[in-house]
């Protein structure tokens, strides 16, 4: 039997008319429930030694690892866009097998930090912390005998490399060694050494994702042997991110974040419901890739895919969002979105 076969009489008006919100641009204006603010936004931006000096990263286009200067010049344009912040990784000049240049006094991330802080803008300054950057072996930490990082030796140099973080000027210091103690440390430290006033974001609940390939390109951090699964969450469980984040709380954290974003939807989800601080989540390397490249395949809309994104990572719980697309969505969110 055709749908035209149906009588009238058999099937219902409807009870409920949800169209009747969904009918002009205006009325959907008035009740959307999750709008997206430049600056709720957070710009990652990749530092390297040398003047004037940008060089694009192949696998995420628009993005460019940038020299200090560059990285000012940058700056400027994202609060003129009213994004929120930036968080910067660093690209030291010399590795070694402990990492040391994250956390010398004359370190890439310092250098460009203190520079931020003279240029004195409207944006939040964070660092991310971690040594992954910075070891000869790409690992977060030093290594034992059997190849695998040495928690309480990483944590007091995470510790060491908040404090010349904050020394510098971060606003915020993010780990994201995935070591066990390392808020505690970190919080410790800073207080000891002045700093009380530095908040601690927490990559809490971060997984050992497929998704960031792009960003060990970026960083020129992927781990010489072996993989990371030995310190960062399997994907697989969702109770146990929970357990991350409650123990983080518990060790000093101001914010929690949760990496990657789309993938981890449930957990921010579950973590806004149950912790009653910030929760920011990251939309990694390899979710920005993703939509970059199907949208220059022309098989997606890019602009509406990124907004569509980073709505639905603050529609589940993210009250700031770490994405390489913050420029362009802040240009795009001025525009208006309708
Ligand atoms: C460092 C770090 C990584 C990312 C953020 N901080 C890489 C990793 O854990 O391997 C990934 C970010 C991205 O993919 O955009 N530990």
């Known amino acids: 039997m055709s749908i035209h076969d149906m009588p009238r009489s058999i099937v219902p008006d409807p009870a409920h008319r949800l169209r009747r919100f969904r009918r002009t641009a205006s009325l959907r204006e008035l009740v959307r429930e999750t709008r997206l603010h430049p600056r709720q936004l957070v710009a990652p931006i990749f530092v390297q030694s040398g003047r004037r000096q940008r060089a694009p990263i192949s696998s995420m286009p628009g993005v460019s690892r940038l020299s200090p200067d560059e990285v000012v010049s940058e700056a400027q344009r994202l609060a003129q866009l009213d994004v929120g912040g930036l968080i910067l990784f660093g690209l030291p000049a010399d590795k070694d097998a402990i990492g040391t240049g994250a956390w010398i006094e004359d370190g890439i991330v310092q250098e460009t930090l203190l520079r931020l ?42 510790a060491q490399t908040a404090v010349s973080q904050a020394r510098a000027g971060a606003d915020i210091v993010a780990p994201s060694a995935m070591m066990d103690g390392q808020v ?19 990559y809490a609940a971060k997984t050992a994702s497929a998704f960031y390939g792009p960003f060990r ?97 603050v529609r589940a719980g993210a009250s700031f969002v770490i994405t390489y697309a913050a420029a362009n969505l802040a240009a795009w969110l001025r525009e208006g979105n309708g």
């Open 217 to 313: 390109e970026a960083a020129d951090s992927a781990p010489a042997f072996g993989d990371r699964r030995g310190y960062q969450m399997d994907p697989a469980n969702r109770r146990e991110a929970m357990r991350e984040m409650a123990i983080d709380v518990e060790e000093g954290a101001d914010a929690l974040l949760v990496k990657p974003a789309l993938p981890s939807l449930d957990i921010l989800a579950r973590a806004h419901d149950r912790f009653d601080l910030p929760i920011g989540a990251y939309q990694v390397s390899g979710e920005y890739a993703q939509i970059e490249a199907a949208a220059q395949l022309g098989w997606i809309d890019r602009r509406r895919t990124h907004l569509e994104a980073s709505t639905a990572i």
């Open 184 to 202: 505690a440390a970190i919080r410790a430290g800073l207080d000891a050494k002045g700093f009380a006033d530095t908040s601690i974001l927490a």
């Open 117 to 158: 802080r003279e240029a004195d803008l409207d944006l939040v300054l964070i660092a991310d912390t971690c040594l992954c950057e910075y070891t000869d072996h790409g690992h977060c930490g030093p290594l034992d005998g059997h190849g695998a990082v040495i928690n309480d030796e990483a944590i007091r140099s995470l």
